[in-house]
């Protein structure tokens, strides 16, 4: 029986120890956020010795991936802990659900196991708060004193004079013909969009370190050159406002496209703090000269009206 009980606890002592799963940890700064606040998603697997990298994939949702960062590697005698940031920022009010997320653990540049990470749920709220909509009614006005007749006499004086002013002013009218004034000629809204988008860069903003100002600007320009375009007031919308209309009006996916990518970067760098880089808004530059050359092509002379305005 020694001899059985000696080989059976050897062969226990070389049996391989049972690999253990990799523990994945998904948590953000904050379940409560406004619009266009930095939210930070903290991601930490935990895996066994053998595993000397992780592969993080973000699922798309009604959020915009601000920035990602991976924390240096955190190594023991059995364990490595693996640690990512990635800051995203939501755009429009609601509860939310971010995740899962997908994680593949390599060795050696070879996938050796695939976790899934929990979710998580952040409800955004608008920038005013639940109160601000309760406005509190002005104070009632301060009774007068006295007898307020003896007031009368100045009203009728002031009303007389209002109406002197206007018989004479209509007099004047009348005996001098002016002649009518001449429209004033606009360019082609292209050639507008051109030159407004010409003298912006000049300005030099991102340079100076005012990218949020320049971004402003600029949504300004295209929102003025998409109102005489295709005559809607793109002033008084919101980015996916605008983009749903344009989406019906233009039919060029391109042209589409285009503006699209335009006002989303625009809403990074007004709303997440985004500062792009100068590759960025050079790719940027180019993209509008892009733009505006789609239009142009789009106007061909024989069906171009004169575009006279005297409006805006």
């Given at each position: 029986?020694?001899?059985?009980?000696?080989?059976?606890?050897?062969?226990?002592?070389?049996?391989?120890?049972?690999?253990?799963?990799?523990?994945?940890?998904?948590?953000?700064?904050?379940?409560?956020?406004?619009?266009?606040?930095?939210?930070?998603?903290?991601?930490?697997?935990?895996?066994?010795?053998?595993?000397?990298?992780?592969?993080?994939?973000?699922?798309?949702?009604?959020?915009?991936?601000?920035?990602?960062?991976?924390?240096?590697?955190?190594?023991?005698?059995?364990?490595?802990?693996?640690?990512?940031?990635?800051?995203?920022?939501?755009?429009?009010?609601?509860?939310?659900?971010?995740?899962?997320?997908?994680?593949?653990?390599?060795?050696?540049?070879?996938?050796?196991?695939?976790?899934?990470?929990?979710?998580?749920?952040?409800?955004?709220?608008?920038?005013?708060?639940?109160?601000?909509?309760?406005?509190?009614?002005?104070?009632?006005?301060?009774?007068?004193?006295?007898?307020?007749?003896?007031?009368?006499?100045?009203?009728?004086?002031?009303?007389?004079?209002?109406?002197?002013?206007?018989?004479?002013?209509?007099?004047?009218?009348?005996?001098?013909?002016?002649?009518?004034?001449?429209?004033?000629?606009?360019?082609?809204?292209?050639?507008?969009?051109?030159?407004?988008?010409?003298?912006?860069?000049?300005?030099?903003?991102?340079?100076?370190?005012?990218?949020?100002?320049?971004?402003?600007?600029?949504?300004?320009?295209?929102?003025?050159?998409?109102?005489?375009?295709?005559?809607?007031?793109?002033?008084?919308?919101?980015s996916s406002e605008i983009m749903a209309l344009l989406?019906?009006?233009?039919?060029?996916?391109?042209?589409?496209?285009?503006?699209?990518?335009?006002?989303?970067?625009?809403?990074l760098v007004k709303f997440a703090e985004h500062v792009?880089?100068?590759?960025?808004?050079?790719?940027?530059?180019?993209?509008?000269?892009?733009?505006?050359?789609?239009?142009?092509?789009?106007?061909?002379?024989?069906?171009?009206?004169?575009?006279?305005?005297?409006?805006?």
């Open positions: 029986m020694r001899p059985c009980r000696l080989l059976l606890v050897m062969l226990l002592l070389a049996a391989p120890k049972p690999t253990a799963a990799a523990q994945v940890t998904l948590s953000a700064s904050t379940l409560t956020a406004t619009i266009a606040e930095p939210v930070e998603l903290r991601l930490i697997v935990r895996s066994l010795e053998t595993i000397d990298e992780i592969r993080v994939a973000v699922p798309a949702g009604d959020y915009e991936i601000v920035r990602r960062q991976s924390l240096p590697m955190i190594r023991t005698s059995e364990w490595r802990t693996f640690e990512q940031i990635v800051t995203i920022a939501f755009f429009k009010t609601g509860d939310f659900t971010v995740g899962p997320l997908d994680i593949e653990l390599l060795s050696a540049r070879t996938v050796r196991e695939k976790e899934q990470s929990a979710t998580v749920a952040i409800k955004i709220r608008s920038v005013l708060a639940e109160n601000d909509k309760d406005i509190r009614p002005l104070k009632k006005l301060l009774p007068l004193q006295g007898n307020p007749v003896h007031l009368l006499k100045y009203i009728f004086a002031v009303v007389l004079l209002l109406l002197l002013a206007a018989l004479l002013l209509i007099l004047k009218r009348k005996g001098s013909k002016t002649k009518p004034e001449r429209a004033a000629v606009l360019p082609a809204p292209e050639i507008e969009l051109e030159q407004g988008v010409k003298e912006l860069w000049q300005r030099k903003l991102p340079q100076k370190g005012q990218c949020k100002l320049f971004f402003i600007l600029l949504g300004e320009i295209v929102k003025h050159f998409l109102e005489r375009e295709y005559h809607f007031n793109a002033d008084d919308l919101t989406h019906g009006a233009e039919k060029d996916g391109s042209i589409v496209a285009g503006m699209e990518d335009i006002f989303r970067q625009a809403d792009p880089e100068p590759t960025q808004l050079h790719a940027l530059a180019d993209q509008i000269a892009t733009l505006i050359g789609q239009y142009k092509n789009k106007r061909s002379p024989e069906n171009e009206a004169v575009n006279v305005q005297t409006g805006r």
